[in-house]
């Protein structure tokens, strides 16, 4: 922003007289206390319903009339077959869409890169402009949109298609399991592809021009410029966005999947935060808790892990 | 311009063949994607005008034919829509107002440095952005605190959110001091000062905060679909996910609707009522995104800096 932070502040003597000051210190903080309840009430009561874990709880008793169980809902997920088959199989859509996730990651950087090397300034400012709207429709939206434009009876894609000849009648593409995590990914890059590209075009246009130009004057060529100029410039923001998402590997989040989950494709578009939800509507409350619990404490140690390697590797700490 | 581009000099005047062509592909490349994220929202929009026949037989793809608005008047008459309209633009209004009063009061309160335990309180505010206890725990805590089938449900739990208090401290913390100083000599409190001071100093970043509060509440619907069972409390997107879940329900509710199969040719069917309020619930976004584009610009870039 220009004015230099923090260090100005600090540099500063407090101008006012010590009793002033004590007084003043019960006073700021009375003055943040109500917010600092709400804060407490909405992020951290909550932890406290990690207790319905070790409970027979059914919805509508009592805690202290249901019967303590210990640990029998984190054992039946490694005893019980079914549902350690179950567990495994949301594992193995979790760790399939993160990975995707992961390995697409370097789409926005492409698209960054790419969308420099536009010579038209009007088109890279058209371009920004109208790919990052996507990304501020809800996911029930994408959904909407998705619906219009796949169905199977009247979906403008497939009327496309039959009429082409490409196809006998309409592909079932939104309750088909078999691409679904590859049909997911692509809606994920569909609404975030040209938002994420926006910190790498800053991180870009940050670059110092006059390395450009010196590597004109020594005749280098574009993709060489690319490669020994553009990307050193941007692996810094990459490797903490690529970090940040490795804390949130097992956090896929549930919005994008609770849209477009339907009984045909459930079976591979269940992610751990979907599958906690089906289970508790399906009035599993115990083990739903179990099954969250378990997965906030694996996101915090990830979160920590990835946050070791920030320090060791670029001595600078992420969160 | 964009201020992104600043500073992005061409580099070559004259292009050789094999620039025309790296730069004809990439233009096409950037010329397809683009298509690809506005023409949904073009298509929805040319078939909730045309003519229903039409546009059920498949015939709109490219252009609207025989231009009506009735889709729109009629959808609006179905019942609970306009009721889950106000809800939305409600939880819109009164919820950003509060995240946004709240996030600049309390961003402004943790640069004071005299504040008692200021660096625990501002932490354990910041560290909510990297846990969560989990989905149902949370919904267990809302039903305890009879927040299930609350409109409070809407607004009480976004009060707090710890990014926009981050941009707010980081702005405030650029603020040279001597402006509030001088103020606080002249006896005004911290209320005084944060209301004539910081209030009108921060109102580039309040306008970022604000811009993302109101499109996130017009976007929930997960908390809708956890606690609200009743359907006074449900949202337009709530009730867009239901018209696109459960076609059958969607049909009965056309045909006890009055007038809605009143003309043949218009009739409604379950496809236009989707789409006709898959458009409503997206118009708003379309319409305030091109004004409002460079405060979301902005506010990630701060973002990115601080967080």
Partial sequence: ?????????????????????????????????????????????????????????????????????????????????????????????????????????????????????????????????????????????????????????NGVVNNILVQLGVVDEGFNFLASSSHI??????????????????????????????????????????????????????IPTFFVLLLLSIGNFVNNGMEQYFAFQNAMNKDAIEVLDLYVYNIAFANNFPFATAVSMLKSIVSVALLFAANTLSKAVRDESII | MNPLFKGVIPLRKKLKPGDALFQGIIYVLFGLFTLSCIYPFYYLFINTISSNDLSAAGYIKFYPREIHFDNYSKVLRISGLSHAALVSVYRTVIGTLLTVGASAFLGYLFTKKEMWGRQIWYRSVVVTMYFSAGLIPWYITMHNLHLTNNY????????????????????????????????????????????????????????????????????????????????????????????????????????????????????????????TVTMIVVLPILIVYPFFQRFFVKGIMIGAVKG
């Avoid at chain 2, 949202?235 to 879940?245: A, D, M």
Wanted: proline share 6%; net charge positive.
């Fill in chain 2, 152 to 275: 409070l449900a809407y607004i009480l739990p976004t009060i707090i959110t710890p990014f926009n208090i981050i941009l707010v401290k980081t702005f405030v913390e650029a603020i040279p001091p001597s402006l509030e100083e001088s103020a606080s000599i002249d006896g005004a409190g911290y209320l005084r000062v944060f209301w004539s001071i910081i209030v009108p100093l921060t109102t580039p970043i309040l306008a970022t905060i604000t811009i993302f509060s109101a499109v996130n509440q017009w976007n929930s619907f997960i908390d809708t679909a956890f606690l609200m069972t009743d359907t006074k409390y449900f949202t337009l997107q709530f009730l867009l996910w239901r018209y696109l879940n459960e076609s059958s329900s969607l049909a009965a509710l056309i045909r006890n609707s009055p007038d809605m199969a009143a003309s043949v040719q218009n009739m409604q069917t379950p496809t236009s009522v989707r789409m």
């Fill in chain 1, 181 to 234: 995590w590859v049909t997911m990914i692509a809606w994920y890059w569909w609404k975030s592809l040209g938002w994420g590209a926006i910190l790498y075009l800053a991180a870009i246009a940050g670059i110092d021009q006059e390395l450009y130009e010196a590597a004109e004057v020594d005749g280098a060529s574009r993709f060489r410029k690319i490669w020994h100029i553009t990307v050193p410039g941007i």
């Fill in chain 1, 1 to 153: 922003m220009g004015v230099p932070s923090g260090k100005l502040l600090r540099s500063v003597k407090p101008v006012h007289p010590t009793g002033r000051r004590i007084q003043n210190k019960h006073k700021l903080f009375l003055m943040a206390l109500p917010f600092l309840l709400i804060t407490f009430i909405f992020y951290y009561l909550p932890i406290s319903g990690w207790i319905y874990a070790f409970y027979d709880f059914i919805p509508g008793i009592p805690l202290s009339d249901t019967p303590y169980v210990g640990l029998k809902w984190f054992r039946t997920m490694v005893e019980n077959p079914t549902q350690t088959g179950e567990v495994l199989r949301v594992l193995k859509n979790t760790v399939a869409m993160s990975s995707l996730g992961l390995v697409t990651s370097v789409f926005p950087v492409i698209f960054a890169i790419l969308l420099t090397e536009v010579k038209a300034g009007w088109y890279r400012k058209f371009v920004q402009t109208l790919t990052t709207i996507p990304n501020f429709i809800s996911w029930i939206l994408v959904y909407a949109l998705a619906f219009s434009l796949f169905s199977v009876d």
